[in-house]
Nanobody
Framework: QVQLVESGGGLVQAGGSLRLSCVAS????????VGWYRQAPGKQRELVAA???????NYADSVKGRFTISRDNARGTVYLQMNSLIPEDTAVYYC??????????????WGQGTQVTVSS
């Protein structure tokens, strides 16, 4: 099983920063990719940033140069550092894990989400 718990959301003014954390509890699975997604009201959920087990990262064009995804393996935590926030970044942010079980089945796991609100 993989359990994901996000934290770090909140209300911030435009131009400000927030750091989201995703703590993963893992048993009988190996995580291959951890991604941060977001969903704004009335919009589809979209991938913001992802970090692969080897350490490579990728970002949505809308956040490149402003957001940084990183991980601390010792703490089982993936971070999303968000700088230069704009109102369009307002959304619920979700942590996702793409993992393979001990039986080689692939599954997706989601956290409960954390609200980020950027005021203008």
């Amino acid at each position: 099983q993989v359990q994901l718990v996000e934290s770090g959301g909140g209300l911030v003014q435009a131009g400000g920063s927030l750091r989201l954390s995703c703590v993963a509890s893992v048993s009988h699975f190996k995580i291959n990719v951890v991604g941060w997604y977001r969903q704004a009201p009335g919009k589809q959920r979209e991938l913001v940033a992802a970090i692969i087990s080897g350490g490579s990262t990728n970002y949505a064009d809308s956040v490149k140069g402003r957001f940084t995804i990183s991980r601390d393996n010792a703490r089982g935590t993936v971070y999303l550092q968000m700088n230069s926030l704009i109102p369009e970044d307002t959304a619920v942010y979700y942590c996702n894990a793409d993992a393979v079980s001990d039986y080689y089945t692939r599954e997706q796991f989601w956290g409960q989400g954390t609200q980020v609100t950027v005021s203008s």
